[in-house]
């Protein structure tokens, strides 16, 4: 059995029930009864017609035993260990007091102020002993390519 819906006041309609009224544009319209009808043709808005059903759903009338209140999610947070470090290791870095850090701090720079000083002092020294006569070779020399040899001889 197939219900129809009135196209103005949105009651259904029941087969061989109601009036069937169809526009100059072929556009089809269903009425329940002669009221809804009769109200169309005077181009009345059924938003504004309290029995509709158009006009209790845009002012939310008897739907509050339907619909149930909608149960907002709560977000959960989540912690996660960052790249270079575990959870485990983010937790101890929070609950460590102020002077500590700072102990730490003053020993990384001690640190890495030697490590530079060490550094210095290696590029301070030569490479390669200034005594020594043995003669400069390029590397492609080592692989065995040709020289360009000048003479000495006064053509060159």
Do not use: C
């Amino acid at each position: 059995m197939k219900l129809e819906i009135d196209s103005f006041s949105g009651y259904r309609i029941y087969p061989s029930k109601g009036k069937l009224f169809v526009r100059g544009d072929s556009k089809v319209f269903r009425f329940a009864s002669s009221k809804n009808a009769s109200l169309f043709l005077q181009r009345k808005n059924p938003r504004k017609i309290a029995w509709t059903v158009v006009y209790r759903r845009m002012h939310k009338k008897g739907i509050t035993e339907e619909v149930a209140k909608k149960r907002s999610r709560k977000t959960v947070k989540h912690q996660r260990g960052i790249v270079g470090a575990d959870l485990a290791t983010i937790a101890a870095r929070r609950n460590q007091t102020a002077a500590v850090r700072t102990q730490q701090r003053l020993a990384a720079i001690t640190k890495a102020k030697s490590e530079k000083k060490e550094k210095e002092t290696k590029k301070a020294k030569p490479a390669r002993p200034t005594g020594s006569t043995a003669p400069k070779v390029s590397k492609q020399q080592m692989k065995g390519a040709k020289q360009n040899v000048k003479m000495k001889s006064g053509l060159q």
